[in-house]
Every structure is written in structure tokens, then in C-alpha cells.
């Protein structure tokens, strides 16, 4: 009798209560940051996921990738500018944009959950006309083809979670008109999240999560309030990268979403430490103002 | 970040190909033994199957209960004689068998099992008829309401398996008089994997499975085919308590169950190391002839 | 051409009006007293309940088991002792209980019925947690495992009339900590019939029903209102067996059950009687306040 | 107590096998005769039709009308011809036929049953193109628009039933192009039972069943088999109206219906006789060759 | 290439966002007029009504039959008599009027549309009680078997349209007792329109539509809004063939009925044409006070 | 009345019994050449398209893209190498290829059909592992990441269509090891055709189809056997675009399709003319050897 085994058993058994406590939820993950970049990590996820599915539970995962897209455009010798941390998406690059995030990152997604389960089936904003996008206006500058959500249309996601899939989505919006729009991927998964009143929201980021003070490390806050949130965001003390997540976590739980979470998706299995750890890692944001 | 959690994950993530393997299939599992009897092993058994309804396993759990009917027969001043292994059970003693089985047994295993998930429902051959018996006539003795199994009408089991419940079962018949009757229930835990065609047959039992040699330890068989079994029966060499289980062994394989196993059941989590490990526990028969 | 022929054609034909009244409706009935005890009331009420469910009703059975309880401690030299009509429950009193209730009662009914068609499936409060019970406290004596319904989970009553069989129920119940308790089956039945929101509740017992005055059998009441039964219940002159019976028609009629009846289950074929006749028999309760 | 209620919930008592045996199946009932003309036995036969569907039999009625035909025929001064006991049908008469069967008789059976059970709705060989006809060709004269059937498209009729409702057929067969045929309702009747694969074919009629010796009503056959059907038919000694029920059982039993009966619809509920009794009345045809 | 496919092609993609928009509405037609006469007319309706049916429209067909009724009346030598537009109905006119509009026109229109796809289903009033009629009352006269509408039970309705069938529907209401009543069908499908909430109600007539002026062609009201029908009401000067319809239209809209319109079914394909084309046809009638 | 809206009426009735023909079948369409390109036939087909799916027919588009590849590739100075008509695909161009098939041609393909109706859904075959593809070797030379169709896994196809959906298809394999493969999109069209079984595949190509003689416009074959398909393929006459349209036709076929198309797509609605008319466009292949 192998030690190990049994130790595995005791593990299995050990995580029954959260099995059933998230039997049937739908959890919302926006993919980000380093584990969509590390090897390893983006294997995590992937397991993670297919875990999730198999023991009851319906992710939905959101993405962007900025990263591959600025590395394209570099290689295309375009010019790549940012005006308050959204990109300057003129036609030629918006379509570049779409390429990469619907035919390079979202399908690598896809691969490499398919491969441990043959579950995941990407869309965009397009299919089904799932993401309606409007232009986003900045009064001092003219960003382009970048938008924002005008409204979800779930019927797709719903369908293909009742067909037993996994929708995994890019993070490009259809206007009216036919025309793309480029959005960012936290205020997204926000508002599908919102719209399927999931039960949890979570972002995976590069650092734990939020800080009283970023400086002290130990200052991790584990629990807010929307309350909080709300002062967070007026203080104007977020950064770029983490204010649209911390916008996105008061729109969902604004939008009946009971739980929205920050966590660091460069440790190993963040999500399933988070769903099936009692502590939870990162930071929790609750409805209690 | 606990180490500890960490380790968790892995683990979960390296049952993943296992819970995948079995999604859906049907494990009828003949509980039995000390297993029944060790408080520890009885939380170990119910957490095991309620973890295999949340990963999507449907198991069905067959169970007797000699040692209790004894216990209760001797405090009732009742005479305790067996014949080839065979309770001679007359009238009163029947009544007995039932009540036992019935009242007390099967529903400390149901509410074993609901207090880590409300799933079980604890169902006897009277109920829908589930078990059809006849009288088990041995030429040279009456053994009064001892019975065989006639037909498995399946339908309260597909029925309560189809609403999300896992059936226990007490191995009393009825007969066409609506006699009850008193039936191995190795022998029924088989005729029901049969009639289910089940994916596994499992049988918890005090000792690690076959022997080429009973008294060598380490002459355990892991792996036995069908014609194997054959020769084993006609040998004459198992002991009266084992005979049965290779008889059922048997009769489900040829009964288009997938494989059978005996287990060690005094072994925590028992079920769990056979399904979720590669290796497995005990001896697994297959039909290869 | 039969005389007799046409004369049962005749009242099949009569029968339709109270047919097409009941089809597709909810009929609870607490069986009890001798009718579970003579031979032939027994095959009568299983005859009845089969006709019942072959023409589009929903009968759900509860029972509870005195005499059998009391016969057996006798027995097994146990003292039995009641306060207040309320059976002392010690640890091994209650495991005999269960098995006489469960174990040899239930079964017994299922059996019955389903001689005349396969249709019935015993449970019992711990079965899918059924009736889940807390301690019933007398301020003066402890009584042990007596318990009160806390609550019922109708699922698997929903579940096993959904798939064409008609539930019997014995009335123990389970706790949250998984210890049995002993509930009077009149409560469990009007518990279980307010739950279903039933059509119909219906006592069977030994007597024809409530009288003005006991002594005086031309003076039985053939319905009272819910407010006459609120006044009967302040006035304290029902007798120990009736009173759990009007408290149970009481707790059905405020939970929305129509109309809650006490008959008497000894004479043969009551419940057709009630059923397909106008002026029925016994008395009726309903909800006019 | 009313004695004569005690009787009549033992006679309902006494037809539970008969329910049980006929729980779910479909009856082809042929209505015509006096059944179709005497007021009470009108309303016995509506009764008897929707006692059938409430007790879970599926019942199925076929009409024609020829006594209203010939009424109103000669009422507008038609001359009304037959050969071989068919009617001669030009044009008019054949607008004729259909405005009586569909617009009158069908309606009025209809009618009645609805007001014992709102569970009947009338169709016409047109409805659905129910009833595909082509002429029926006599070798010595042109009978006009009188039919026989091509093809019975039975999804109406399914659908009908799965919806809870009693189908009422009225015998008029439509052709490819449209135009209207005056079929036997007989051999509608037989052909539809055999289409549903219905479980019971019964032919209404105004005599007791067939007769060895038709002079001597003590020569009532009451069992006869496909064979001894064969022998009748070829010893041309049927009159002319029992000719086509006999034809009509053979294609029916030929077509897998089980059994087919010859009753004396003028005996009140006739087919609750034959239904809820063994011995049953008139003559029962049988596949055994 | 032939230049007519091509703009065949080019005339069904110009329909597209008519079928989007009728895409799974209720219609429901009172066919009537010259369109139920004129053999082209007849088959331009039965074709529209596939049609509709086959892009996914739920037509619904109701009419009357009034020239037949008085066609075969005199033929017969019957007295036909009026008073204010409404048939003076003796009891032997009544079965006149339901053998024709039921056994004649009805299946008529059944067997064309059939002609075109299998596909009509012929209902009256009688069938499933879909339309339970009261005897219509004048003061100065007896009318005899004329009715009004109490109640339409849609069950029948709503079963066929979801087997896949269109519904065709002889305007003949039965009453309490089960006698037939003689209906105006107008008002017959404004009920039907009304209780099932359909999208449409559609009139045929002789006549383009309303007129400002009848005399003046070229006053055609092509929208008219529930107010100005109240005032057209009042006025007393709509003639009494399009009464009932004005009066149907204010009934069905105040039942949610979402438009109701007045067409020309003289011109071919008029239904197409009204759905089919932004401007319509006739006189539009929309809920705006 | 406008004449024009008479025609247009005539023209839909005109389209009925197409309508009919092809109610329920699926036809696969491999969309490309001129159509893909050119903004007026896009518009056509996209229309096309949502037509087919709102009169009941499921289309299913399969694409490839070779022009709009070749023109980033020549953007990013990548060398164009062709061997018998196949990409030389290495591993940056592989990517290349997914990110414009997937991420810009697919997607304007559903944006496209979506303005007209919001029915389509983008997948690849990674999506759910829509398409497994294996290398494709080529004795003489090494190819690279070309492919072919090792299997089909249509669950996602099945389950879009049931749900309402349109699907679109970019024609990338994923290999076991979850690389993509370019593979030619015939092929892929017919292997998907094949798997569905459906009853048209339809390719859209250039010319007006298959020609005895090339030079000479007046040969068009308007109707080949499979077994003159097969000659065609061993004469190595046809040129290398036409060739996988052939063999993609020969494995439909063989796969029991029932009918293969090859059309000139730069007609405008060739898709309407070949379904709508009798005399179709283009060739006609069929299973008659």
C-alpha cells in the first residue's frame, strides 16, 4: 500500500465540501497576466479548469492579450502608443488586434484545455452577436476602434454550458455597424459575469492582490467590502492595471454576482486554492457596503 | 501560501484523468466486513461514495448484515445454526433478518452517507419489487426462508439514480407470495451489476484479495481472468466466505459488467485508492477468458 | 348476459364523476389502527390505494407501528412506559423502533400493496433526509428519542410520484446529527401533507369519526369548520388518540391542504367510500374559519 | 353505512385487474348500430368511452352513419341505390355523405362524450389527410365515389392521444386529388387498428357476436381463431353487414392487433363488459391460426 | 442564367426581415368573402397559409359559410330569414348550418391547404369544447340557435399548433346543455385571436378596408387606432357585414391582440401582401387610443 | 396595389414546394473564391444564408482563405511557396495562417451573416476538437504543418444547430499533440458532410462548374455520376482547384450525402438558384455509379 495514495484519497475526501458548495455555480475567470505567458502556469490553469467542469462546477473564461499583440505589432513595425493605459487602436491595428486575440491566444487557450478535456470551444464577441460594443469616448483624444460593452447577449453561453462546454471568450466587442471594437477584457468578464448573476468573479493577476499600502507586502487586504471598493476607486490611488479590475468587481457585484475575487494566478493552482481552500487566497470583495 | 494547500491542488489535478474515466459509468459496490463495523472505516466509506456522486460516478451500494442479525438473535435467546455457510432461517428468524437489515443496518449506511451529502435512499427487495425471490433448496437440509435471487426489476433503481440519489440496498427478496426471503448479498450485489450492466463490480471484504497461496502473503493475485475464476471454483480451495464473491465475480462478467474487484475494505478510503489510482487495490477480475 | 355483469358496469360508469374530481390529485392518508392490524382490512386498504393510483390519484401512505413496538419490547422484556400519550424513547427502545417500524411495518404494507400492483416504495426519515427531527421537550419528564418534525424534504416524494410509484412512509425521523427520532405519525402525515400542499389528508382509525358527544353515537359530526376545531382543541375533551389527529387536521388545513377527514379504517373499503361517494364518510374538516 | 356504497367500492374493487391489464392500451372501437341511434345507449357508450380514457386506456372511435345518410337522402328526394351493400355515390351524394358523417354524426358523438369528459375532438379522413383513398373498382358497375383505404397517415391520431384527447373518426377518405370518398367505416376501423398496432379491435353491431347456426342463437361461437375466420370468409354464408367486420378483423389481427371482438352494442356498457369482465361477451377473434 | 431566377432570388431575400419578424407569431384569419368562393382565390389562400406556416408563422383559419348555409336551404325548400344581419335558427336549420360550415366548408378549405402541405387540422366548436356558446338574446325577437361566445378553451388549439398543424375552425359553439349555436365568425375569431393573445388579426373581406367616405374609393383609412373604432362604433354607420368585424377588432385588441387588420381578400396572395411588405394592405387598426 | 408586391407574392408561393423539399436537411456549403471577396456577393450569400436557416434549412459554412494568407504574409516579407497547389507551412506561417483564418475571416463571415440575422457562430476545429488532423506527407518534399482530417468530433456542430445557430468553420485541424494543421477546406467540407450526413454539399467556386472541355463554354456538365467522378479523377485532366472540389465530392458521397454541387458563387444568390429551382446551377453530382 502505497503512503502517497492514501495521502491522495485523504485530499480527495478533504475537498468534498467545496465540491458541493460550488456544485452547479458559475464562476466567472478573466485570464491574465503571467499564467497566460508561463508554460507551466498556463497547464495549471488549464487543469484547473477541467477539474472545475468535472467536479460540477461552470467556468467561463474571459481573456485579452495585450502582450501578444503589442509583440506583433512591434514586428509589423507599427507604432504602439497607450493614452491612460487603453491602446490607440487605428483600422489596420484593430484588426491585427483581432487576429491575434481570436486566432492566436484564444485558441491556444482552447488546445491546451482541450487537451485535458475536450471541453472548451472559444467565441468572441462576434459569434452570435455575444459582446454588442460601442465606441469609447475620451474627450482630450480620439482612441480608435477601442469600445465599451452596450450589452450582452448570453444566449450562446448559455447554450453551449447546457451542451456541457466551457466558452472560453475574446475580448472583442461588434458594434452595430459590423465594426470590432477592441475592449478591455477585466470590464468584460465584469459584465458576463453580470449578466449570468454568476456566483463568483474572479481575476487572475501577477501580484496577490490588493494592498493597503502597495509598498508593504504584508498589508495584503484578504476581505473588502463594495463599500470599500467604492473609496478604493475614488482615491485615485490604483494603478492602471488594477483599476479596471477593481471597476469590474463593482459591476458584477452590483449586477447580483455574490462574490468577486483578485488573486495571483502566478502561484500554481490559484484557482483551485481558492475554491477549495476554507482561507481562499488573494482578496475577496463582498456585496456588505 | 500554505505548502499544505498546495499539495491539495496537486493532488486534485492528479485525479483528474481518473474522475474523466469514470464520468457517468455505474460502480456497484457490495459493503461488508469490518467496514461496516469500524466507525472510522463507515465515515471513510460514505465519504468515498459521496465523493464519487460528485465527481459523476453513480454508485450503488448492495449491503447484508450477519453479524448484527446474530447479535440480535442471541440477545433473543434465538438459536444461530448455519449449513454450508447458509443461516437457517425459519419463520421468526426471517422476520428478524429483516428488521435488522431493514431497519437498522440500511439506515444507519443512508444516514451515514446523507450526513456528508444528502444522497442515499435505502431501498429492500420488497420495494417496486426490486429483488424477485425463490426458495434456495438444498437437497439435504430445509433451510427454511433462505432464497436466490428469481429477477432484478431495475426500474426503482434507474428511477432514483436518474433523480440525482444513490440507492442502498438490503439483500432480502420477496417471493411471488410476498414471502421475504433471506439472499447472500455478494450473490445479489452480482445479479444487480449484471442487470444494470455496471461498469465495476466492488466487493469490500476483510483481506487483500486472492492468494495463489492463502498463506503467503505475498502470493496476492492483482490481476485474474474469467477462465482463471473457472478453474478457481472448480478447485474447491476458498473458503466459505470467499466463494460467493468469486461466484458473483462471475456472474457479473458474464453478465456484460466491465470488471470486478475485491478489496481490502479495512483499508481507509478503500474505494477511493481503487478508482483513482492507477495501480488500484486488491484483485481485479476480468472477462478476457 | 349477467345480472351481476351489468350491475358492476353500472357502478364503474358511477364512479366516473368522483374520478374525474380526483385525477392527478394528492391524497395523504395516516393508516393506521386496526385496519393495519385484521387481515382483511389490510388487503382492503391495499387494494384501495392500488385502485386509487390506477385511476389517476396520488395517494402517499404514512404509517407509525405501536402494537408491533409494544409486542416486541415485551419480548424482549422491556419496560414500556408513556407520558401523556407519548412513548418513553431510550437509546435501545428507539433502535427497536426503527426496526419494527422500518424494518417489518413498512415492509409489510409495501409488500401488501404491491401484490396488487407494483407500485409502492417504502422510506423513512432518514431516507434522502426525508423528516428531519428535533428533540421534543416535555418541561417535566425527559422522554428521550420523541421527537418533532423540524422539517420535511419533499424531493424524493416528489421524485418516487413522478416515476409512477406511491410512497409509504414510516415515521421516524432524523436529526441533525444523525440520531433517529420516534415521531407520532398523525404529525408526520399532516407535516407531509401541508409540504405537498395535498388535496386531501385522511385518518383512518377505529372510530367513525368526531362525536358532539362521545357517549352518544347518533351524534357524530360529518364536518366542522377549522375555527370549531381550534375551540374542540381548547376544550380538552378529545381524547389522546383523537387529539394528535385534530392537531394534524389543523396544521394541514393552515398549510393550504383542502380538506382533512377522520374516518373509520374498519369498515372495509373506507377510502373508496370517502372518495367516490357525495355524502363520503366520517368527518371532514375544512377550511371555512 | 349505505350497503349499496359498500358494494360499489367492491365492485370497484373487482375491476383493478382489468385496469391494471389494460393500463396504456389502445381500443379501436367501431361505433355503429343501435348503439349510435337509442338515446340511453348513446349515452352509454360516451360513458363507457371516457371511463376507458380515465382508467388509462386509450380508446379510438370509428364511425359511419348510414341510416342518417338514407334519412336525409331521401328527405331531398335522392335516389338511394346500393350493390353488393354499397351505396351508389354520384357527386352530390357523396357532398352528401360527408356533410352527415362529419358535419352531424361525428359531431353529435363527439358532443355527447365531451359532456361526460371534455376529451373528445372529431377528425375526418381530410383532417391531416388522415384516411388516403382511391376508388374502389367493382369489375360490373361504376359506384361512384365510394373508396377503400391506400394509406392511413396516423401522426393526427398520436399526436391526439399524447395530448390527452380521445380521437372520434369520421369514415370519409381522401384522394390524391382531393376529392372525397365514401368509405366502409368497418375497414377504416380495421385498418387503423392495424396502422397503431392498437391492442384491441371491437366492433359495435345489434347482434350478440357470430353464430355457428344464425337460426340457432344458442350456436354462439364466443372464441374464434384467424384461421376459422379464413374458412367463414371463403364459405360465403355471411349476411352482408357482418361481411365487412369479419374482413376487418382479419386485416386487423393480420396487422398485429392482439384481438379482435364482435359485440351486441345494444346491451348497455357492452364494452365496459368486455373490458372489465374475464368471461367478456360476443365473439373474441384470435391470432392462433 | 435565367433572368428570372435571379430576381426570384432577389424577391425572397427582400422577404427576409418580414419572416424575421413573423418569425413564431400567432395569426390568426377569419377567412370568409369571395376569397372562400372563387376557386383561384381559394388556392391563393390554402398557398399563402403554407407559406406562412413554412417560414415559421402560426396561422390560425376561422370562417363561417353563410352562402353555402342559405345555398343548401333553399335547395331544401327552407325558409331563410334575417333580422339585423343575424339567421333566424330553428333547430332543423341549426343541424343544416353545422352539417354545412362543418361537414362542407370546413373540410374544403382543410383538403385544399392540405393540397399544398400536410398540414390542416379541421376544429368546430363541439371539438374539446374549444368554443362554448350562450344563446344570443334580442329583445324584439327570438333568433332561434343563434349564440355569442362565453368562453373558448384553447387547449385543443395549442396542442395542434405545437404537433405542427394549422388549425381550421368552423364557427359553431356548443352550449351547456351540448346544443349547437350558430355563431358569427367574425366575432368567433376576435375571441380566438383574443384569448390566445395572438400578434395579428386579420379580416377578409370583399372591400379594400375602411373608407372615410364609402362612396369616395379613394377615402381608404389605412390606420386607424382603437379610439377612432370606438367613434366609427358610436356612429352608427358602418354597414352590418362590417359591424361584427369593427366590433372584433376593438374586442381583440382590447384582449392584447397586438394589430388587427381589414383586407381586400379579393386581391391573390392579400395575406402575403399584408405581411409581406412594409405598407400592407387595407386598414391597419393598432391599440393607440 | 402595386404590381411589383404581386409578383413578389407570386415569387414566394413560387418557392413553396422548395421550401418543403428542403425543411429539416442540412446542406453544407464550402464558401469561397470571388464570393469571399468581392462586397456584393458577400452581402449575397450572407443573405443567402439566413434565408435558408429561417425557412427551416440548416446551413453549415466551411472556409478557407488562401488570398487574404498570402497577402499578410507578402506584408510581413514572409516567402510564398507552393508545392502541387499545397503551402509550404512552417511554424511561424502556421500561425499566420490560424490568426487570418480564424481571427479575421471567419469572423467577418459571422459579423457579416449576423447583420442579417444573429445566427452564426464561429468555430475551428479546435473548438470542442472539431477537426483532428494529422500531418499530410508528401514523399517528395515536407510540407509542414499541412494536414488532413483524421476525424470529426460534431457534437459542437450538432449542439450550435440545435440551438438555433449557424455554424462557420475555418478549416484548421489540431493534431494530437495539439498542433494545428492547415487543411484544404474542400476537404474539410466534404469530411464534415459526410460525418452529418447531410443531404447537400454545395461547393462555391469561380467557374459555372465541371466542363467536358475546358475551352469550350457550351460543354457544361449540368449532371455527373459518382462513377464518371471517379474516370474524371484517374483522367488527371482537371486542374488543381477543381480537383479537391472532385475528390470532396467522391467522399460526401461515398459518406451518404445525397447530392454534391459545384456552383459559380460569383452569381449573385447561386445558392437561392441552385435550391429554389428545378434546374438548379452549376453540376450536379450524384450517388448513381
Do not use: W
Amino acid at each position: 500500500m502505497n503512503i502517497n495514495n492514501v495521502m491522495r484519497a485523504e485530499v480527495l475526501v478533504h475537498a468534498l465540501p467545496y465540491i458541493k458548495e460550488y456544485y452547479g455555480k458559475t464562476v466567472v475567470i478573466k485570464y491574465g497576466g503571467n499564467a497566460m505567458v508561463d508554460e507551466k502556469l498556463k497547464e495549471s490553469v488549464a487543469t484547473d479548469v477541467v477539474l472545475m467542469k468535472y467536479v460540477g462546477i461552470n467556468p467561463i473564461i474571459v481573456h485579452g492579450g495585450g502582450l501578444d499583440i503589442t509583440k506583433i505589432m512591434k514586428k509589423m513595425k507599427k507604432d504602439v502608443q497607450f493614452v491612460q493605459g487603453l491602446r490607440i487602436t487605428d483600422k489596420e491595428t484593430m484588426e491585427l488586434v483581432k487576429m491575434v486575440l481570436v486566432g492566436k491566444v484564444n485558441k491556444e487557450i482552447v488546445t491546451l484545455i482541450n487537451r485535458h478535456g475536450r471541453i472548451a470551444v472559444g467565441v468572441s464577441g462576434d459569434d452570435a452577436e455575444l459582446i454588442v460594443a460601442r465606441k469609447f469616448i475620451l474627450p482630450e483624444v480620439d482612441l480608435g476602434y477601442v469600445g465599451e460593452v452596450e450589452k450582452i447577449n448570453p444566449k450562446i453561453l448559455e447554450d453551449l454550458v447546457g451542451d456541457g462546454f466551457t466558452p472560453v471568450i475574446a475580448s472583442v466587442g461588434v458594434g452595430d455597424d459590423g465594426q470590432s471594437y477592441n475592449i478591455n477584457a477585466d470590464l468584460v468578464a465584469a459584465e458576463i459575469a453580470s449578466t449570468l448573476k454568476a456566483d463568483k468573479l474572479i481575476f487572475l493577476t501577477d501580484v496577490d492582490g490588493l494592498y493597503k499600502d502597495f509598498t508593504d507586502k504584508s498589508s495584503l487586504i484578504s476581505e473588502l467590502s463594495l463599500k470599500d471598493c467604492d473609496e478604493l476607486l475614488k482615491s485615485n490611488q490604483l494603478d492602471k492595471g488594477m483599476l479596471p479590475k477593481v471597476k469590474g468587481c463593482v459591476t458584477a457585484l452590483e449586477g447580483d454576482v455574490k462574490k468577486a475575487h483578485i488573486l495571483n494566478g502566478t502561484i500554481p493552482h490559484s484557482l483551485l486554492l481558492e475554491i477549495f481552500t476554507d482561507e481562499g487566497i488573494g482578496t475577496m470583495i463582498t456585496t456588505s457596503r
